[in-house]
């Protein structure tokens, strides 16, 4: 009897040396998000930097969902939205219409004044034009026709008409991503499917919405990897130029691309129509993040090949596909993902010198961290708004990045970056508005560690009582 007292304030002091331990890891990072000030950095460097078809499309993507949200596919709101443009929202959608008018002005210039069908922009790609169609339905759907002269309807109709008469396909019907030969690449599943399914909401035609889910469908059906618990590979068929590997950028893009397409589909008057085409989005999705997240490494970043370690971190598909967790736990009340996506928001939002470290298992996700300390490493001297983070240059830019024009390259400034930084920010703001569900895995990540390393330790300390 006498012998427990001795073990039992063993086991007590054991508990509180670890509470106290870990309470003092508990980093106030871990609250963190990124201010207004970085997110306007952020989005500078996106409106300077991008330059190519599917930035220009990507850039009008990530403003409406973060600065309109309520005129993207992606809120509550109705998709159309209201056809005229509220008074709290001019400045917001200005930035978007302004993509919109100079590619349809510009038209003529890039396809050397043909009439008829004819992408948005001249591109190698069959696919990349088409993502600045949302931004141009959207001119068309809120009357900018009327103020600025331009026909985007006319361009809508070509850009649609190009795909379905000039772009060749496979023999199932596969549109291909490229102009010269039938190649299929995961990333069109953000550039075409989205603008099919709002072509056919703004047009009240059911058909579109349907081929947007077949287009994917299709796409999944060649690119998934069985073989490699579902990720999906980059590129097929064509004769040069494949790439078999399991890009992360691509298969964020195609998870991105199908919450793009069942948050269109759900907030439409097809709705009560396609409920079977949501339910397979929503689980094509969850099926992506199911492969990809037990890949995840210790500091919240996908490698740019998620299964090859040697391969460098990549923070741009770490961010895009972190936003559609987000996504999917508003449009589809699934929140698996959660935990393991604010830990990589986190890790992406985080000061200089801060050390996030996770370790998965397919069933426990454990979190230790380290707050930055004064001491232990001097942060770059920046005069810039994001200076002192450890995911971004002092000029703004998203770091470790891909090179968005050769992907198996780590790049310097990634403009598609940069737009998934500010969806990533979007999709979480919203999730925290509607009431942060599935937090419970994730924003309790210090207290959930603590709790397994206070039973460990009970455990412990059980054992070496009745030992
Ligand atoms: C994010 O941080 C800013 C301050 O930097 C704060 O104003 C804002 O409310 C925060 N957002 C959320 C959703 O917590
Ligand atoms: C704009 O105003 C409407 C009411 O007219 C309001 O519901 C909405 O939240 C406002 N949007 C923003 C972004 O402030
Ligand atoms: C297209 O039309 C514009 C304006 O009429 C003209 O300046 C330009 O040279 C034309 N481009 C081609 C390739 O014909
Ligand atoms: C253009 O907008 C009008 C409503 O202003 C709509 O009726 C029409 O279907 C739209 N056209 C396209 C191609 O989206
Ligand atoms: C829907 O769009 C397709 C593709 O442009 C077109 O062939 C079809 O006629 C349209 N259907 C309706 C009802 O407008
Ligand atoms: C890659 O690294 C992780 C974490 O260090 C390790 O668990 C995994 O076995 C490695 N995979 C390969 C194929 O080396
Ligand atoms: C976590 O949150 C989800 C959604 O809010 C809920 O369904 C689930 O029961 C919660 N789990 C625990 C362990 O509290």
Redesign the pocket.
């Known amino acids: 009897m006498r012998s427990r007292f001795p073990a039992e304030r063993t086991m007590l002091a054991r508990l509180l040396l670890t509470t106290v331990l870990f309470l003092s890891l508990c980093p106030s990072g871990f609250t963190q998000n990124l201010t207004d000030a970085q997110l306007s950095v952020v989005s500078a460097c996106l409106a300077t930097g991008a330059t190519h078809s599917w930035e220009y499309g990507t850039r009008a993507e990530a403003l409406l969902e973060l600065n309109a949200p309520t005129y993207s596919v992606l809120s509550s709101s109705p998709v159309p939205p209201p056809p005229g443009v509220p008074s709290n929202l001019t400045a917001a959608l200005a930035d978007v219409f302004a993509i919109a008018r100079a590619i349809v002005s510009n038209r ?2 890039s396809n ?2 043909i009439t008829g069908p004819q992408p948005l922009l001249q591109d190698g790609s069959a696919a990349d034009p088409a993502s600045i169609g949302v931004a141009v339905l959207l001119a068309n759907w809120t009357g900018q026709g009327d103020i600025d002269g331009m026909d985007y309807a006319g361009a809508a109709r070509d850009q649609l008409d190009f795909l379905f008469q000039d772009v060749p396909k496979t023999s199932d019907g596969a549109l291909s991503h490229r102009v010269d030969q039938v190649q299929l690449w995961s990333d069109f599943v953000y550039m075409v499917p989205p603008f099919l399914a709002y072509y056919g909401v703004v047009s009240d035609n059911k058909t579109l919405l349907v081929e947007a889910y077949t287009q994917i469908s299709l796409y999944r059906k060649y690119l998934r990897d069985t073989h490699a618990n579902n990720l999906w590979k980059h590129i097929l068929l064509g004769s040069s130029g494949n790439d078999e590997g399991h890009w992360a950028t691509g298969n964020a893009w195609a998870a991105a691309g199908m919450i793009r397409v069942l948050g269109t589909i759900q907030r439409s008057q097809y709705a009560n129509q396609l409920k079977g085409q949501q339910k397979d989005l929503a689980n094509w999705v969850r099926e992506i993040h199911g492969a990809m997240y037990p890949l995840i490494n210790y500091n919240g970043l996908f490698r740019n090949y998620p299964d090859d370690n040697s391969t460098f971190y990549d923070a741009s598909s770490t961010a895009l596909l972190a936003s559609t967790v987000y996504r999917l736990s508003l449009l589809w009340n699934t929140h698996t993902y959660l935990p393991l996506a604010e830990q990589s928001r986190k890790a992406l939002s985080a000061p200089f010198g801060a050390e996030i470290s996770i370790t998965t298992t397919p069933s426990k996700t454990s979190i230790t961290s380290s707050a930055p300390s004064s001491t232990s490493s001097s942060p770059p001297s920046s005069t810039s708004s994001t200076p002192n983070m450890l995911h971004f240059t002092s000029e703004g830019w998203l770091t470790p990045v891909v090179d968005p024009y050769s992907y198996g390259s780590e790049g310097q400034n990634s403009p598609e970056g940069q737009a998934f930084v500010l969806e990533m920010q979007a999709a979480w703001r919203d999730w925290v508005a509607d009431g942060a569900k599935g937090a419970n895995g994730s924003s309790k990540g210090c207290p959930i560690s603590i709790a397994l390393v206070l039973s460990i330790v009970a455990l412990h300390g059980a054992s070496t009582l009745f030992r």
Do not use: D
Request: proline content about 0%.
């Open positions: 003529g210039n050397g004044n």
